[in-house]
């Protein structure tokens, strides 16, 4: 699959996972929302600069935005099942699990 078609895709994805709008990533990103609808709909190729901002948006890495989540190298399966789970949630349920697991690390 070519970038062009890949990056909307993967972007779509993620909003849908995530449980957030184009207008709720427009604002966590500052792109403008013909910006990201220019993006989606395959009329402009964003920059790395842009992609770093989505991928800060959704609390992933670029590599994360550009490897299929079942194909995580080097993790055992318990931590691979861990993170399948947590790309499940929406941004929300993310912020509630990340303050869970910092009140049991103490």
């Known amino acids: ?3 062009e078609d890949y990056v909307p895709m993967r972007i779509e994805e993620l909003c849908s996972k995530g449980g957030i709008t184009r207008y709720q990533l427009s604002s966590r990103t500052g792109i403008s929302q013909s910006a990201l609808s220019d993006i989606v709909k ?3 190729v964003p920059t790395l600069v ?3 901002r989505i ?3 959704f609390g992933i890495t670029i590599a994360q935005f550009f490897t299929k989540s079942d194909s995580i190298p080097n993790l055992s399966d318990e931590q691979k099942e861990l993170l399948l ?5 929406k941004l929300e349920e993310k912020e509630i699990v990340k303050t869970f697991m ?3 690390r103490k």
């Open 55 to 57: 991928c800060a948006a």
């Open 50 to 52: 842009t992609i770093e």
């Open 1 to 3: 699959m070519c970038i």
């Open 42 to 44: 395959k009329k402009n």
């Open 102 to 104: 910092k009140s049991i």
């Open 85 to 89: 789970l947590w790309d499940g949630l």
